[in-house]
């Protein structure tokens, strides 16, 4: 008798830190916070590529009378539509994210397994915690392209209107889009804290390690 096929390409728990790329969750926090950081690389990278040019359009054909800021009549159609769509964005993405966390370490909290003692950011995590690590990679990916989007948009408004003044919530986005990146020592700190406040044990356990 044959053995069933097997997917050659999925990761291992066997494997330290999992496969980044397989498409299976990280099985360690040093592999969750890699794959975060080059996601949070990608969008910042996009995003200042696409304000480059467009700032490069804008300036290349901008009448030499006009100010590169200009919060004037005439600029306040296109900074109006612009300033509120991102802080629209701003306030679902803060929103959002709060939502699915909270439901992120309830369910996490309800699961009773242990994680390894000492933590450390290459220690192989039970399957609650990955799934936790996955849940989070997702509500923070939801922020981050919450920010992105209004901050394209205004990268347009900026080339129409030939009007620096766009790159406000442009900068803003992308501090925001950083600010959401999980390291792990960041998730590490997330972990600990959500399981101590759940198990009084672990975090005795924790602290004599």
């Known amino acids: 008798m044959t053995d069933p096929a097997q997917n050659p390409y999925a990761a291992s728990t066997n494997t330290p830190g999992g496969s980044a790329f397989s498409g299976s969750t990280p099985t360690t926090l040093k592999a969750s916070g890699m794959v975060q950081s080059i996601i949070t690389f990608g969008l910042i990278g996009g995003l200042v590529m696409i304000t480059a040019v467009m700032t490069f359009m804008a300036l290349s ?4 009378q006009q100010s590169l800021f200009r919060f004037d009549a005439d600029a306040m159609l296109f900074l109006g539509i612009g300033y509120l769509v991102f802080l629209g964005s701003a306030i679902a993405a803060v929103a959002v994210r709060g939502i699915m966390k909270s439901q992120a370490i309830r369910q996490f909290q309800s699961a ?7 933590l450390e950011i290459d220690s192989p995590l039970p399957p609650s915690a990955q799934t936790f690590l996955g ?42 889009i950083a600010l959401q990146c999980n390291t792990p020592a960041r998730l590490k700190h997330l972990v600990e804290s959500v399981k101590q406040a759940t198990s009084p044990s672990h975090a005795a356990l924790q602290q004599r390690s």
């Open 135 to 176: 849940s989070v990679a997702t509500y923070s990916l939801v922020g981050q392209a919450l920010m992105e989007g209004p901050a394209v948009i205004n990268a347009v408004f900026l080339m129409i209107g030939n009007n620096l003044a766009h790159l406000i919530p442009i900068v803003i986005a992308v501090i925001g």
């Open 61 to 64: 054909d901008r009448d030499q």
């Open 112 to 118: 009773d397994e242990p994680l390894p003692v000492p």
